[in-house]
C-alpha cells in the first residue's frame, strides 16, 4: 500500500481527544503540503540515486520512503499527544524540520563517493549503506510524524484530512516528474523543502503562532531553488564504477569536463568535451580500422548507457571508417534504402545510414533533450547530420511508435538500443529490462518492413545478449507461421565482442549470402550464423534446434509478461554466480540482495523496535497470526500490484516516466476515495470487505489478462490525452477497492484496544518494505502477469483473515 495510505490511517479510530473541533481550511492546506513534499521527495529521489548509481536503486528509495512512513506511525503510538493542539505543533515542528533537513541529508549523501559495488556488492558495505539509507528516512520520517499527527488531532473526521492528504500526494507526484527538466538536480530538493516550510507555517498559523523558523526556511529554500537552477555549485555525482572518473572533469585523472549537462524526466543528460580514441558505438568495427582515431564526445544518460557524438567537418575520407562497422553489413543487402533507425543517441546510426547511400531516414529518439543537444546544441559539431533533407527526427518511444506507425522501411536498424526499458528509462524504477526485445516486439519490428526489408539489430555476445536475441526474433517468426532458420544470419565483431543479427520475413536468397560472406571476408566479421549452412555454433544451436539453455545463459525469448532482462544466468545457478567474481550480469541481484538487507535492518530498529515497546499492549496471542497475516498480505500485495501496474501500462502510454507518474496519481486518488467509502459502509453497519476484495481480484484477473493487452494494443493509435485518461480509468477502478481493506482493518482492529492500531501499521509497514525490493525478484523470476496473480491471492488470504481479527 502506498505511504499516504499509511499515514491517514495512522491512528483514526481511537477516541477523540477532549475539546476536538473539526479542522479548518488552514490546517487541511497544511496537511495537503506536507504530502504534497513528501512524494515529491520520493520522486525526485528516485532521479537522483539513478544518476548516483543505477536505476535499480529507485525501489531502495520507495523502501525508506515507507520505512518512514511505517516508523512514524508507531513511534507516535510510543508518545501520543495529549490535545490536538500538541499535536498540530508537532505537526508544524515536524514540517520545519523536514524543511531544514531535506538538502543537507541528500547532500551528505552525494559526498559518499565510493563505487555502488562497494556498497551493494557484497554485505561488506552493509555499514556504510544503513548510514546512506538513514540519511534518506530522515526525511519521510519527519514528514510521516508531521502528517500523522494531523489525523491524530482530528480522528473523528479522517475523510477530510485523507481526501487533502491524497490531493497534496496526487499533486506531488506528477509535479516532480514534469518538473525534473526545468528544476533538476539540487533545486528539486528545494523545491520539496519550500513545500513543507509552507505546511510548518500553516500549522502554526492554525495554533495562532506566527511560524517565524518557517518563514524563514521557506525563503531560505526558494532563494536556494533560484540560485541551484541556475548555477550548480554541487553536482549529484556518479558512481565510479559507472563513468564517475570520466564524468569528473578534472578532478580526476582521465576525467573529461563537462560543458553540456541537463535534466529531464529520463535522466540527467552529460555531454563530455572532446577527446581522440577509437570510433565508440554501439556496435562492432573491423580490425582493419584499428588504428583508427577520430575526435569524438562521449553522452550518457544518468552516468551510463553512452552514446557517442562523431566530430564531421566534411574533410574527404574522415567517415571511411563507417562502412567498417557491424551496423553497416545490412546495406550490402539494400542499396539506396528508407530507414528506420530507433534510438537516435548520438546520432551514429543515422551516420551510417546516410554514409551507405540512404534515401530516407527516420529516427526515433525517446529523450527530448538527447535529441535537442544533437540536433541544436551539438549540431555543427556532427556536421548538422539531423538537419539533413533525408533524415526526419521523431520524439517518441521506439516501441510504441512502432506499434502505431504504418508506414513500412527497407531496414529497421537497432544498435544496442535501450529505448524502452520498463521504469529504468524513467529512472522511477529501475529494474534493468526492456521492452524493446521481446516477441511482440520483435513482431512490430517485422511488419514494419517492406517487401524483402531486413531487421538488423546489434548486442553484445559475451554477456549471451545477442544470443538471447536470436531466441527471440525465432520466436517472432514462429508465432507469423514463419520458418526461423532461413530467416536469420548473425555477424560477429571480433574487437568489442557485439553480433548484429539480420532478420527477414522472406528466407535469404543465396546472392544475398554470397553478399554478406564477401562483407565479412573484407572486414573479418564471421558470420557466426549462416542461414544457408548448418554449423554446430551457439546460435545454430538457438535458431535451429531452440536451445533455450547454454554455458549457464537463460535463453528463453522474452515477452512482454516477461521481458528482456538484462541477466542471462537461470535461477538455479545464480547462487554460485553470485559467489563468484561480479559481473554485469549478477551485479543487480548482489545489489538487491545487499540493499534488501539493509532495509529489513531499519525496518526492525525504527518499526520493530516500538512494536516490542508496545508488546504488552498489543494484541492477544489468539489474534495476533491473524492480524499480523492480514497486514502482510496487504501491503505486499498493494506493492506487487503497484509495480505491475506501472510496467503493464509503459508501452501503452510511450513513456515510463508517464507510466509512473500516471499510476501513481491514480492509486493515490482512488484509494482514498475507497477509503472514505469504507468508512461510511462501516458506519452504516455494512461489511464492505467481501465486496471489495471480490472486486480488487476480479481486476487483478483482467489486468492479467489477454484481453486487457489486446484492448491496450487496440486503442495505441488513440491520443495520448485518451491513452492517459484511459490508464488512470483503469487504475482507478481497481484503486477504489484497494483503499478499502487497509483502514477497515485498522477499524476492526482499534474496537479492541487503541495500541492494536499500531501493530497492524508497523507490519503492514515492514511488509512494504520488503515488497518494494521483493517485486523486482519476483518480476525477474515469474514476469509480470503472474504478480497480478499473486496479488489476488494474497487479497484472498487477507479476506479469509480479516474475520479472524
Not at 543528460?269 to 562521449?298: A, C, H, K, N, Y
Not at 529489513?600 to 499480523?628: E, K, N
Request: positive net charge.
Amino acid at each position: 500500500m502506498t505511504g499516504s495510505e499509511q499515514r491517514a490511517a495512522v491512528d483514526p479510530y481511537r477516541e477523540a481527544p477532549r475539546g476536538e473541533s473539526a479542522p479548518t481550511g488552514v490546517i487541511l492546506a497544511a496537511v495537503a503540503a506536507a504530502s504534497f513534499a513528501a512524494m515529491y521527495l520520493e520522486v525526485s529521489l528516485m532521479k537522483l540515486v539513478s544518476v548516483m548509481y543505477y536505476s535499480i536503486f529507485v525501489y531502495a528509495v520507495i523502501g525508506v520512503a515507507l520505512l518512514g512512513y511505517g516508523a512514524a506511525g508507531t513511534l507516535l503510538a510510543l508518545a501520543p499527544a495529549s490535545s490536538p493542539t500538541t499535536a498540530l505543533r508537532r505537526m508544524a515542528r515536524c514540517c520545519v524540520a523536514f524543511s531544514a533537513a531535506a538538502l543537507p541529508t541528500f547532500l551528505a549523501v552525494n559526498a559518499i563517493d565510493v563505487p555502488a559495488a562497494q556498497l551493494f556488492g557484497s554485505l561488506r558495505g552493509l555499514p556504510l549503506l544503513l548510514v546512506i539509507y538513514g540519511l534518506l528516512t530522515a526525511p519521510f520520517l519527519l514528514l510521516g510524524l508531521a502528517i500523522a499527527s494531523a489525523f491524530a488531532a482530528f480522528p473523528t473526521t479522517v475523510n477530510r484530512l485523507y481526501f487533502a492528504d491524497l490531493i497534496g500526494a496526487g499533486a506531488g507526484s506528477a509535479l516532480a516528474v514534469a518538473s525534473v527538466r526545468w528544476l533538476g538536480g539540487l533545486a528539486l530538493l528545494t523545491a520539496a523543502g519550500f513545500v513543507g516550510a509552507i505546511g510548518g507555517l500553516l500549522a502554526f498559523r492554525a495554533v495562532g503562532r506566527r511560524g517565524g523558523w518557517a518563514l524563514a526556511l521557506a525563503g531560505a529554500n526558494l532563494g536556494l531553488l533560484v540560485v541551484l537552477v541556475g548555477w550548480r555549485p554541487v553536482e549529484v555525482h556518479v558512481a565510479p564504477d559507472k563513468h564517475g572518473p570520466i564524468l569528473a572533469g578534472a578532478a580526476k585523472p582521465g576525467g573529461l569536463a563537462i560543458p553540456f549537462s541537463r535534466w529531464s524526466a529520463f535522466g540527467r543528460i552529460d555531454v563530455t568535451e572532446p577527446f581522440r580514441s577509437i570510433p565508440l558505438f554501439g556496435g562492432d568495427i573491423s580490425p582493419r580500422f584499428g588504428d583508427v582515431r577520430i575526435e569524438q564526445r562521449m553522452l550518457t544518460v544518468d552516468g551510463a548507457a553512452p552514446a557517442f557524438l562523431y566530430r564531421v567537418d566534411g574533410s574527404p575520407h574522415e567517415l571511411d571508417f563507417l562502412a567498417g562497422t557491424s551496423q553497416s553489413a545490412v546495406y550490402r543487402l539494400r542499396p539506396r534504402p528508407r530507414v528506420l533507425v530507433i534510438g537516435v543517441g548520438g546520432a551514429t546510426d543515422v551516420l551510417i545510414a546516410l554514409h551507405e547511400g540512404a534515401t530516407q531516414v527516420r529516427g526515433v529518439e525517446l529523450n527530448a533533450v538527447t535529441a535537442e543537444a544533437v540536433r541544436d546544441v551539438f549540431g555543427p559539431y556532427v556536421g548538422n547530420v539531423l538537419r539533413d533533407p533525408r533524415v526526419e527526427l521523431v520524439v517518441a518511444e521506439g516501441r510504441n511508435f512502432v506499434a502505431r506507425d504504418r508506414d513500412t522501411y527497407d531496414i529497421v536498424q537497432l544498435s544496442g538500443v535501450d529505448t524502452g526499458v520498463g521504469l529504468g528509462a524513467s529512472g522511477l524504477g529501475t529494474m534493468p529490462e526492456s521492452y524493446i526485445y521481446t516477441v511482440e516486439a520483435m513482431t512490430d519490428f517485422l511488419h514494419r518492413l517492406a517487401p524483402d526489408g531486413v531487421l538488423s539489430i546489434t548486442r553484445d555476445i559475451r554477456f549471451g545478449w545477442a544470443q538471447r536475441l536470436c531466441a527471440v526474433t525465432r520466436a517472432a517468426l514462429l508465432g507469423e507461421g514463419l520458418e526461423p532458420a532461413p530467416r536469420i544470419a548473425v555477424l560477429e565483431g571480433r574487437v568489442w565482442g557485439w553480433a548484429t543479427v539480420l532478420v527477414k520475413r522472406e528466407p535469404f536468397t543465396a546472392e544475398e549470402v554470397d553478399r554478406l560472406r564477401d562483407f565479412a571476408s573484407r572486414y573479418d566479421f564471421p558470420l557466426a550464423y549462416d542461414p544457408l549452412v548448418p554449423t554446430t555454433g551457439i546460435f545454430d544451436r538457438v535458431i535451429r534446434a531452440g536451445v533455450e539453455r547454454e554455458d549457464n545463459m537463460d535463453l528463453r525469448p522474452s515477452t512482454d509478461d516477461w521481458p528482456f532482462f538484462f541477466l542471462n544466468i537461470p535461477w538455479t545457478r545464480l547462487l554460485p554466480a553470485l559467489r563468484g567474481q561480479p559481473s554485469p550480469l549478477t551485479n543487480p541481484i548482489a545489489f538487491l540482495v545487499v540493499s534488501l538487507v539493509g532495509l529489513v535492518v531499519l525496518a526492525v530498529t525504527l518499526i520493530g523496535w516500538p512494536l516490542w515497546r508496545l508488546r504488552r499492549r498489543g494484541p492477544s496471542d489468539a489474534r495476533l497470526g491473524a492480524m499480523i497475516g492480514y497486514f502482510v498480505a496487504l501491503g505486499t500485495g498493494f506493492m506487487l500490484v503497484e509495480v505491475a501496474l506501472m510496467q503493464r501500462f509503459t508501452v501503452f502510454l510511450g513513456n515510463p516516466a508517464l507510466a509512473v507518474a500516471t499510476v501513481l496519481t491514480a492509486l493515490l486518488v482512488s484509494s482514498g476515495l475507497g477509503s472514505h467509502a469504507a468508512r461510511g459502509a462501516q458506519a452504516s453497519g455494512r461489511d464492505p470487505l467481501p465486496v471489495a476484495i471480490g472486486w480488487i481480484i476480479a481486476m487483478l484477473f483482467f489486468f492479467a489478462s489477454p484481453l486487457l493487452r489486446a484492448l491496450l494494443r487496440d486503442l495505441l493509435w488513440t491520443p495520448l490525452p485518451v491513452r492517459l485518461a484511459i490508464a488512470a480509468a483503469l487504475v482507478g477502478l481497481a484503486g477504489f477497492a484497494m483503499g478499502m481493506p487497509f483502514p477497515t482493518g485498522l477499524a476492526r482492529v482499534a474496537k479492541r484496544a487503541t495500541p492494536f492500531v499500531a501493530w497492524g501499521w508497523g507490519v503492514n509497514g515492514v511488509a512494504s518494505v520488503v515488497a518494494s525490493l521483493g517485486s523486482y525478484l519476483l518480476g525477474m523470476v515469474v514476469g509480470y502477469t503472474p504478480m497480478f496473480y499473486v496479488g489476488a491471492a494474497l487479497y484472498g488470504g487477507a479476506l479469509a483473515l480479516s474475520r479472524r481479527l
